[in-house]
């Protein structure tokens, strides 16, 4: 009788997956592998979305960060700057790569910070003001830094939930780490904030100075205020006077 041939044991599934990325990867950048996912899952990829979901590995990661500290290299070679006698400039591209991935970028890269939520045990439902917390974001249009303030506004009812006081600012953090231009920014925070507090009203309400007119075009002082409401604030001037005069601005 014929033995049987030892059976191959058949790989876990996520050394599946990982083969599966690494042969989608061969020869090819990570982005574009990146991009096909994006477009055949339709999902937009726009400078403010986030795309954490689409990269599968902490390998892809890394190839990805490769990637952009290369093409950053080209820009500093087409920019005519001497990579390779200027010392300052040497670890250049490594460094503005690892900004933009890990950094000041990282909010369209990495999933949103873990947030617990606390249903509403005490039916709270006065109105909660927290700020202002100090934001960092760029605009989409020069890359330009965007720092500024954002106070929140919630208005709870029975079946809200609730979250730790640090929790928005760790929110607003993720949501202002990509680029994009304030009105957006400000709409994506009371979106997430919306789905994770299900309140009767929210508003947020953002103070910043933008860079891209400070160091390049009119070289004006400029700062901009831009606020969202929803719900409740929108209906009642009560409500958005108490707002405004529990707003710590000076
Ligand atoms: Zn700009």
Known sequence: ??????????????????????????????????????????????ANDNIAEFIHSDTEREALHKEVESRVQALLESLVIDTVNDHNTQETARRVAKMYLREVFRGRYEAMPKVTEFPNVERLSELIVVGPITVRSA????????????????????????IGLSKYARVAD???????????????????????????????????????????????????????????????DALRRELLSLLKRD
Not at 184 to 204: F, I
Not at 219 to 234: A, H, N, V
């Open 174 to 236: 993720w949501v202002m780490s990509r680029p994009q231009i304030q009105e957006e920014a400000v709409k994506t925070l009371a979106d997430q904030l919306e789905e994770l507090l299900l309140p009767d009203g929210l508003a947020v309400i953002m103070e910043a100075d933008h860079f891209c007119m400070h160091w390049r075009g009119v070289k004006d002082e400029s700062s901009m205020t831009s606020s969202i409401m929803r719900g409740r604030f929108l209906k009642s």
């Open 139 to 162: 605009c989409s249009h020069h890359l330009c830094p965007i720092l500024g303030r954002i106070w929140i506004g919630v208005l709870p009812n029975a079946n809200s939930k609730l």
């Open 1 to 46: 009788m014929k033995a049987a041939a030892p059976r191959t044991p058949r790989a876990s599934a996520p050394a599946r997956k990982a083969s599966r990325a690494a042969a989608e990867a061969v020869g090819r950048p990570m982005s574009v592998v990146i991009r096909e996912r994006l477009v055949k899952a339709g999902q937009r990829f726009h």
